[in-house]
């Protein structure tokens, strides 16, 4: 319901009546700080753009070649967001090597 695109079966009101479930579920757990709907979403989001920052600069590492270096391990939240999100939906960026193959598509369509 969260990931999914809006259509006839998901809507922001589904979107939001699943955050507020999340929110009373983290609620009932962890009773002494009360969070909103909003506010699981908005930490959600963050958690998940650093978590993405930290896994791009993971593959960037893990990519150096004739470097001796320590290989890193992911941070607990970065390794369950990358779980969570799967390995298709996490992009690497600033790869200096990397093509935007998106730009490539566009420029492509223009030279036509």
């Excluded at 009101?13 to 009373?24: H, L, P, V, Y």
């Excluded at 320590?70 to 390794?79: M, Y």
């Excluded at 090597?97 to 492509?108: H, K, P, V």
Aim: charged share 25%.
């Amino acid at each position: 319901m969260l990931r999914g695109k809006f259509g006839p079966t998901v809507t922001s009101q589904g979107k939001r009546r699943a955050w507020d479930t999340i929110s009373q579920t983290i609620n009932a757990s962890f009773p002494l700080v009360v969070r909103t709907g909003d506010d699981c979403e908005k930490r959600w989001y963050v958690l998940q753009s650093k978590a993405k920052d930290e896994i791009a600069a993971h593959k960037r590492e893990s990519s150096l070649t004739g470097v001796d270096h320590l290989q890193k391990r992911l941070s607990q939240v970065a390794d369950t967001v990358f779980q969570v999100l799967g390995h298709s939906e996490v992009s690497v960026t600033g790869l200096p090597t990397g093509i935007d193959t998106s730009m490539m598509q566009a420029l492509e369509m223009q030279q036509r």
